[in-house]
Nanobody
Framework: QVQLVESGGGLVQPGGSLRLSCAAS????????MRWYRQAPGKERELVAT????????NYPDSVKGRFTISRDNAKNTVYLQMNSLKPEDTAVYYC?????????WGQGTQVFVSS
């Protein structure tokens, strides 16, 4: 059974930092490209970071570029999202996503609140 388990969310003040983790099990992790998405209340789910299976390439939308960094440790079956200079508009549930060919899996999400 494939599981993606996110952790690291919480409440942070504007300008602060958080690091999210997503631990994967039940799959051959180093085959999978990984992504982080987020969804704020009343808004559509938004892609915030992508990393290739070997970690050699990453991609970000303009809304987070320069502030967020995705990375992975294939030995630990874990992908990370380092979030710096957080803004109130970064408040959302953050989801981990794994894809290999037609195999797609989602985590359950972790809540991030950015507020003073």
């Amino acid at each position: 059974q494939v599981q993606l388990v996110e952790s690291g969310g919480g409440l942070v003040q504007p300008g602060g930092s958080l690091r999210l983790s997503c631990a994967a099990s039940g799959l051959t992790f180093n085959n999978y490209a990984m992504r982080w998405y987020r969804q704020a209340p009343g808004k559509e789910r938004e892609l915030v970071a992508t990393i290739t299976s070997n970690g050699g390439s990453t991609n970000y939308p303009d809304s987070v570029k320069g502030r967020f960094t995705i990375s992975r440790d294939n030995a630990k079956n874990t992908v990370y999202l380092q979030m710096n200079s957080l803004k109130p508009e970064d408040t959302a549930v953050y989801y981990c996503y794994a894809r290999y060919n037609w195999y797609v899996y989602w985590g359950q999400g972790t809540q991030v609140f950015v507020s003073s």
